[in-house]
T-cell receptor
Framework: DAKTTQPPSMDCAEGRAANLPCNHSTISGNEYVYWYRQIHSQGPQYIIHGLKNNETNEMASLIITEDRKSSTLILPHATLRDTAVYYCIVSYQAGTALIFGKGTTLSVSS | EAEVAQSPRYKITEKSQAVAFWCDPISGHATLYWYRQILGQGPELLVQFQDESVVDDSQLPKDRFSAERLKGVDSTLKIQPAELGDSAMYLC?????????????FGEGSRLTVL
């Protein structure tokens, strides 16, 4: 079973920041938080991952709370192409199979 | 940019027929995964390979599903006989190796419809 809890859906206006929350209250000390997204009819795409510190790349920022029980994925300026299902996954390390939940469907509108 | 290749992209078959899916991972990726995704749900792991060895096939319905990766490169997932409930997207993914942090690379998937 997935170790994370995400809202089933969220809406965001184009150009605004999209903040997607994820709860992972049972995360263990050496488990990473991964975020993937899946645009309709495509395979999932890696976005970002982190262990303890906040992370940023060209796609998004990942904010992990100090107790590591929750995190937020931030898309700073959402576009229509960011409409997708976003999956938050907790896993020990790459090479370990990722267990997907149902994710959050993000709808970006103009 | 290197990609995970999958074929066929779409497959329609009748129940009780055999069907096979092929996956070619990114060159040099030792770990390969097959996932199944039913419409409206997240991907579900079926089998994981490390080189040519199966690491985890606990969720693979072994009475009708089989998977192989004979030379540790490309892989085939077979269903025989197909059932109506097998209609889904079959996704292949690869990663560099166990123990490395980073990402799984997914293919575009093979969509199966069983009539």
């Amino acid at each position: 079973d997935a170790k994370t809890t995400q809202p089933p859906s969220m809406d965001c206006a184009e150009g605004r920041a999209a903040n997607l929350p994820c709860n992972h209250s049972t995360i263990s000390g050496n488990e990473y938080v991964y975020w993937y997204r899946q645009i309709h009819s495509q395979g999932p795409q890696y976005i970002i991952h982190g262990l303890k510190n906040n992370e940023t790349n060209e796609m998004a920022s990942l904010i992990i709370t100090e107790d590591r029980k929750s995190s937020t994925l931030i898309l700073p300026h959402a576009t229509l192409r960011d409409t997708a299902v976003y999956y938050c996954i907790v896993s020990y390390q790459a090479g370990t199979a990722l267990i997907f939940g149902k994710g959050t469907t993000l709808s970006v509108s103009s | 940019e290197a990609e995970v290749a999958q074929s066929p992209r779409y497959k329609i078959t009748e129940k009780s027929q055999a069907v096979a899916f092929w996956c070619d991972p990114i060159s040099g990726h030792a770990t390969l995964y097959w996932y199944r995704q039913i419409l409206g749900q997240g991907p579900e792991l079926l089998v994981q390979f490390q080189d040519e060895s199966v690491v985890d096939d606990s969720q693979l319905p072994k009475d009708r599903f089989s998977a192989e990766r004979l030379k540790g490169v490309d892989s085939t997932l077979k269903i025989q006989p197909a059932e109506l409930g097998d209609s889904a997207m079959y996704l292949c993914a690869s990663s560099f190796q166990l123990g490395a942090t980073g990402e799984l690379f997914f293919g575009e998937g093979s969509r199966l419809t069983v009539l």
